[in-house]
């Protein structure tokens, strides 16, 4: 199994450019998550996936959209990017949410924008 | 809602020497709570859970934490660091029957010298 897996590993964007990072589970999960990561900050919840056809805002959901295209997919898209959003982003999921099951996280996609 | 406190940004221990590394939360509700460890350009790995089975919890890499309800507090230890073990560690919490959304605290990066 790849577990979690999210693509592109890099990308450099200019300013009002558009993108998705795709992520993609291979472990049957029910729940799956997107989330930043900025220096000193923690990691913050974009937007989750509970289960396949729901979408929920997370703390920072603001200049994203996401899609989860079917159970093993969800994708996050950035609209018109903009410098506050260089970060590290990453995907995780789980499959019994509210159990206590852990998160599975996959490499991360360093994105700068310019 | 919940949150996470990690106290200090920074800890610094020589090795051999036991590891301390502090969480407090914040929950309205019985938690989850979960160390989770990233070691430099990588995604995020679960040390250990708990859950309400037991409050003195056992995680790989022989970390351990203990819940203490009464202090609000789920402190991460090891008692002989290994230079292995520099990495950033992060605390997070969930709620009973949530979404499994987590709230991660901004993180620990543990140095260990030799």
């Known amino acids: 199994n790849a577990g979690v897996t999210q693509t592109p590993k890099f990308q450099v964007l200019k300013t009002g450019q558009s993108m998705t990072l795709q992520c993609a589970q291979d472990?049957?999960?029910?729940?799956m998550y997107w989330y930043r990561q900025d220096p000193g900050m923690g990691l913050r919840l974009i937007y989750y996936?509970?289960?396949?056809?729901?979408?929920d805002k997370g703390e920072v959901p603001n200049g994203y959209n996401v899609s989860r295209l079917n159970k093993r997919e969800f994708s996050l898209r950035l609209e018109s990017a903009a410098p506050s959003q260089t970060s590290v982003y990453f995907c995780?999921?789980?499959?019994?949410?509210?159990?206590?099951?852990?998160?599975?996280f996959g490499p991360g996609t360093r994105l700068t924008v310019l | 809602a919940q949150s996470v406190t990690q106290l200090g940004s920074h800890v610094s221990v020589s090795e051999g020497a036991l590891v301390l590394l502090r969480c407090n939360y914040s929950?309205?509700?019985?938690?989850?709570l979960f160390w989770y460890v990233q070691y430099p350009n990588q995604g995020l790995q679960l040390l250990l859970k708990y859950t309400s089975a037991a409050t003195l919890v056992k995680g790989i890499n022989g970390f351990e934490a203990e819940f203490k309800k009464s202090e609000t507090s789920f402190h991460l230890t090891k008692p002989s660091a290994h230079m292995s073990d520099a990495a950033e560690y992060f605390c997070a919490v969930s709620a009973w029957g949530g979404s499994e959304k987590l709230v991660f605290g901004k993180g620990t990066k543990l140095t260990v010298n030799p």
């Open positions: 929950s309205s509700v019985p938690p989850y």
């Open positions: 996936s509970a289960s396949e056809g729901t979408t």
């Open positions: 995780a999921s789980t499959p019994d949410p509210g159990t206590g099951s852990e998160q599975f």
């Open positions: 472990m049957n999960h029910n729940s």
